[in-house]
T-cell receptor, first 109, second 116 residues
């Protein structure tokens, strides 16, 4: 089942912060975050594993609440380059990623 | 060095034709995937291969047939193309997760298929 992302879209000014949420109805092993710019492939940002391990870019932070099967991606002091569509992908016992519908982030100067 | 590559980047064809998309990864990963991204940007898994064996086969018409000649290659052949097949097809690769679930997936640049 597809995870639910919110908000669907957000518009920011440079320097502002944003939070993107992802929730699943399934028990999860991991949550993955990707960013996709128009006409390009999704690019890995972060993976959060059950048990607390995280791997990803230093400037990106995220949380994973295993009890609630929810994850949040925190974008602080946003830059123009942060614009794009953010996808969360959730992995359960099926060992595959199921992606949310995406959150379109626009950062304005 | 390109980690995951796909050919062709663009594919325009008529309904009813048969076409193939090729994917290669040089990351040493043992798992490869095909995703379909529709016009609404929804990314949906189609197939997954681990060490050349099919492990995920979502509800995809049997006109789509993946083939993995070795761990570094995963091709997608589509028969009798239909208008609804128009989409961007992404190949991805990862290492099989040891802690359960899949490890980081690296995506190819995508193949934009347009069926006329």
């Amino acid at each position: 089942q597809q995870p639910v992302q919110s908000p669907q879209a957000v518009i920011l000014r440079e320097g502002e912060d944003a939070v993107i949420n992802c929730s699943s109805s399934k028990a999860l092993y991991s949550v993955h975050w990707y960013r996709q710019k128009h006409g390009e492939a999704p690019v890995f940002l972060m993976i959060l594993l059950k048990g607390g391990e995280q791997k990803g870019h230093e400037k990106i932070s995220a949380s994973f609440n295993e009890k609630k099967q929810q994850s949040s991606l925190y974008l602080t002091a946003s830059q123009l380059s942060y614009s794009g569509t953010y996808f969360c992908g959730t992995a359960s016992s099926a060992r595959q990623l199921t992606f949310g519908s995406g959150t379109q982030l626009t950062v304005l100067p | 060095d390109t980690a995951v590559s796909q050919t062709p980047k663009y594919l325009v064809t008529q309904m009813g034709n048969d076409k193939s998309i090729k994917c290669e990864q040089n990351l040493g990963h043992d798992t490869m995937y095909w995703y379909k991204q529709d016009s609404k940007k929804f990314l949906k898994i189609m197939f997954s291969y681990n060490n050349k064996e099919l492990i995920i086969n979502e509800t995809v018409p049997n006109r789509f047939s993946p083939k993995s000649p070795d761990k570094a290659h995963l091709n997608l052949h589509i028969n009798s193309l239909e208008l609804g097949d128009s989409a961007v097809y992404f190949c991805a690769s990862s290492q099989w997760g040891t802690s359960g679930g899949t490890d980081t997936q690296y995506f190819g640049p995508g193949t934009r298929l347009t069926v006329l």
